[in-house]
């Protein structure tokens, strides 16, 4: 596959669409799906306070040294919330470096959400072209993609931003598989690319992905078994995708089996909120809607029953068709409500069914369409178009121009949805930053306290202990005036840290993380220099081959 775009545009192969077609093409749709986004004020969304309060705290980081600290002090006045250990930031840090450059609030977010917008286009294009080797099929399958109601809502109506930066990597764990079966793995970094990516962007949607890996593979595992090589090679790009994201799940399952969680306590009927068959089809927040599904019909005109990648198209429709009818009571949610409580809305499977019925439909429109592949196009393009406007139409969250002052406010950083994430010792959430200039010590006294950085400064004199305004994650550590460690724990008043002075007259404490936080952090560095070093050598010896040829 050749990655770059200019050559896949204008290469034999795709006489039928000319470049200048494909580029009309896809112009327009990325317009239209990010239209929206023209406007000097900020799009509004569910979820957006959040996620604007996560980029503000990762430039607060960035602008004070701490690029990569994984409890964000920004959050609750300075208490700290450890956003970053448990949600990925890797494509937060557009917008947060935007941010400590200077953009505003508002113009950052928006150019990150057309960054997300275009780079899952041009996935989805480049993977399904993989896939076919027809520009036909990858451009409509990416128009589709782009413009499906689940996706805009992700986008406008919802803010799910780990949902759609996850849209950014499906289609090349849909070109992996392909990759695994069809091609004999000749390249495995697909797969790795893609199954990294989904989980630096969004945990759950890695499950979902994960499911749809171990059923490709039971179903090719007899050609797996014959080729042991092949095999092997699958095993290995599993171990690499671990190493490469060590870094993130690594320090957050060490978290969550040393403290306990609001998330084990957090109930949600997820029962409830399954759907029935026909609210699937409904233009509603939370739908698969119908546009989609209609192109899929193009399957009734496909008789090639031999051909391997109508065959993959034939199981993305299947799988696809599984996970839509799995948001409904065809799956038993109440009675596994236990387990799978944390996807709290069925209807996030709709992620999966828009990725697999957008490469199905391309390939089935493509091979159905004959001659008439642009005229096939277009009725694409204005369908999903049209699809868009309504979805993007019938949102009514609205716009806000935040000032880029707007999280100096104590208020406004205490925004953490239904903060899973914080301790069971925080019984009080309301009360988080109300207090966070001060330290009370073991006699209920308030002592001010300095903040610089990371670093929390407090006069300990007198003192048998102090619970200073830090929410206790592991990974804290208190020192005194001549830098011996001081014992510390979450058994402070609200969730605080109490910090045992032994006489101190002064006690520092911060986030300095844990052993196994800088281990994962080295060994997913190690592999991806590893990594990069093999694949330079690799490129030079066939480079080198083919000179000599």
């Known amino acids: 596959m050749n990655l770059h775009l200019r050559s896949i545009l204008s290469s034999k192969e795709n006489r039928d669409l000319n470049r200048g077609f494909v580029l009309a093409v896809s112009l327009i749709t990325l317009f239209f799906a990010c239209l929206p986004l023209f406007t000097v004020n900020c799009i509004q969304g569910h979820d957006i306070d959040y996620h604007l309060l996560r980029i503000e705290a990762l430039k607060t980081g960035i602008l004070n040294g701490l690029p990569f600290l994984r409890v964000n ?59 076919t080797e027809r520009s036909t099929s990858a451009l409509i399958a990416a128009t589709a993609y782009t413009l499906c109601q689940y996706h805009i809502d992700d986008i406008y109506t919802r803010a799910a931003v780990g949902e759609y930066t996850a849209f950014i990597f499906l289609p090349l764990i849909a070109a992996g598989l392909f990759d695994l079966s069809e091609r004999d793995f000749k390249k495995p970094w697909l797969l790795i690319a893609g199954m990294s990516g989904v989980l630096l962007c969004h945990t759950l949607s890695t499950v979902f992905c994960i499911i749809l890996c171990i059923c490709y593979v039971l179903i090719h595992i007899k050609d797996l078994i014959g080729k042991p090589v092949k095999l092997f090679i699958l095993m290995a790009a599993a171990l690499l995708t671990l190493l490469l994201t060590a870094f993130y799940w690594l320090p957050f399952v060490e978290q969550i089996r040393s403290t306990e969680f609001k998330y084990k306590i957090a109930k949600f ?171 009370f010590d073991d006699k209920g006294e308030k002592r001010e306290v300095g903040r610089r950085k990371n670093t929390l400064t407090v006069n300990a ?83 080198g081959r083919r000179e000599g040829h």
């Open 269 to 439: 009927d997820v029962g409830y909120e399954k759907l029935l068959i026909r609210e699937i089809f409904e233009n509603k927040v939370g739908r698969m809607g119908i546009a989609l599904i209609i192109l899929l019909f193009a399957a009734l005109l496909i008789r090639h029953a031999g051909d391997r990648i109508v065959r993959f198209a034939d199981f993305m429709l299947a799988a696809g068709m599984i996970f839509m009818l799995c948001t409904t009571g065809f799956f038993p949610w109440k009675r596994l409500e236990r387990y799978v409580m944390s996807v709290q809305f069925p209807w996030r499977l709709f992620i999966m069914a828009s990725l697999l019925f957008s490469v199905a439909a391309g390939i089935y429109i493509e091979k159905a369409a004959g001659e008439r592949k642009k005229l096939a196009v277009i009725a694409v393009l204005a369908l999903m178009t049209v699809s868009a406007v309504c979805n993007i139409n019938r949102t009514e969250e609205g716009y806000y121009s935040y000032s880029d002052d707007y999280y100096d406010m104590t208020e406004y950083t205490c925004t953490v949805i239904g903060g899973e994430w914080l301790p069971l010792t925080v019984e009080k959430r309301g009360k988080l930053g109300k207090f966070s200039g001060y330290a």
């Open 73 to 131: 002090m920004l959050f609750f006045g300075g208490e700290g919330y450890a956003s970053s250990l448990f949600y990925p930031d890797f494509l937060l840090y557009i917008p947060a470096l935007l941010r400590a450059a200077g953009v505003g609030i508002n113009l950052s977010f928006h150019i990150f959400v057309g960054f997300c917008i275009i780079a899952a286009f041009v996935s989805m294009y480049l993977s399904v072209y993989y896939i």
């Open 461 to 543: 004199a007198g003192s048998e202990y102090l619970d200073v305004p830090f929410v206790y994650y592991t990974g804290y550590t208190a020192v005194d005036e001549k830098g011996q460690r001081l014992i510390i724990d979450g058994s402070g008043d609200n969730g605080r840290i109490r910090v045992y002075t032994s006489g101190a007259e002064s006690v520092y404490v911060y986030y300095a993380g844990t052993p196994l936080q800088k281990a994962a952090d080295i060994i997913s560095l190690l592999t991806l220099i590893v990594t990069a070093v093999l694949v330079i050598l690799r490129n030079k010896h066939y480079s």
